[in-house]
Structure formats: C-alpha cells, structure tokens
C-alpha cells in the first residue's frame, strides 16, 4: 500500500475536507447530546426504552416511536426536530462519504478514474441528501 501525499495547509479541498472531518465528527455528537437532553426534558425518561431512546437521539421522528409511546406528535413534530434531522442527515452523509472518498482515493490512481469517483460519489451524495429531506419532511 501506497501512503496518500501529506496534507499541506491551504485552501484546497483536501485540507477542507480534512477540517470538514473533525468538525462533522465533533458537530454529530453535540446534535445527539442536545437531541438526548431535549427528549429527556420532554418526558422520554418515563415513556421509553433505551433503544427507542437513542434511535430517537439519532433520527427525532415522532413515527419511530409512534407504536411505542401515546401522543408523541404533539410535542416532538415541530420545526426544531426538523432541523436536528437535517444537520444529522448532512453532517452523517457528508461525513461518510467523504471517508469513502478518501478510502477509494488511496486504491484508484489516475487522475481520470479519481475524478469520475469524485462525480459519482457526489452524486450519490445529493441522492441521499435529497432523499432524505423528502423523508423527513413527509413523516
């Protein structure tokens, strides 16, 4: 196995992608643990499971644990869950595929190849992305 080159400080997508990574990483856990705190203050202590729990920490939808809990719609389906939603969705996806990126990079030579990795590897970014917004706007 081939070493990948030394990131040098600048402007350029490496290094941003780099930063990106550390920040993505640090930026989920801080989400999960307002999403955990928030379902906590909301009542969650007394109405579920510790499954239930963290699969809400993770993806706050009021379907998830619609079975397991009465009335959750109320007061966990407004626009603050929303937007935890999309930030763990972007950070999450953004996050792993530019690992990916970075994985496939380091057996693909050729300029040619590594940019039609990079294409197709952005376009199924915007597919989950995209798809994703659709799922959590329609739940």
């Known amino acids: 196995m081939i070493s990948r080159k030394v990131v040098h400080?600048?402007?350029?997508?490496e290094y941003l992608m780099f930063l990106f990574t550390r920040?993505?990483?640090?930026?989920?856990?801080?989400?999960?643990?307002?999403?955990?705190?928030?379902?906590f203050i909301m009542g969650a202590r007394q109405q579920m499971d510790?499954?239930?729990l963290l699969r809400w920490t993770f993806?706050?939808?009021?379907n998830h644990v619609v079975n397991t809990v009465a009335d959750v719609?109320?007061?966990?389906?407004?626009?603050?869950?929303e937007v935890m939603q999309i930030l763990i969705v972007f950070f999450g996806v953004t996050?792993?595929?530019?690992?990916?990126?970075?994985v496939l990079e380091d057996y693909i030579k050729g300029n040619v190849l590594q940019t039609i990795v990079r294409v197709g590897l952005f376009l199924l970014?915007?597919?989950?992305f995209v798809f994703a917004i659709y799922v959590i706007r329609a739940g």
Do not use: D, K
């Open 9 to 13: 400080i600048g402007w350029n997508l």
């Open 23 to 39: 920040l993505s990483g640090a930026s989920i856990l801080i989400l999960a643990a307002v999403g955990l705190v928030m379902a």
């Open 50 to 52: 510790l499954g239930t």
């Open 59 to 62: 993806f706050p939808n009021p």
């Open 73 to 81: 719609q109320a007061g966990w389906q407004n626009g603050f869950w």
């Open 95 to 102: 996050h792993g595929i530019n690992g990916l990126r970075v």
């Open 125 to 128: 970014w915007i597919f989950i």
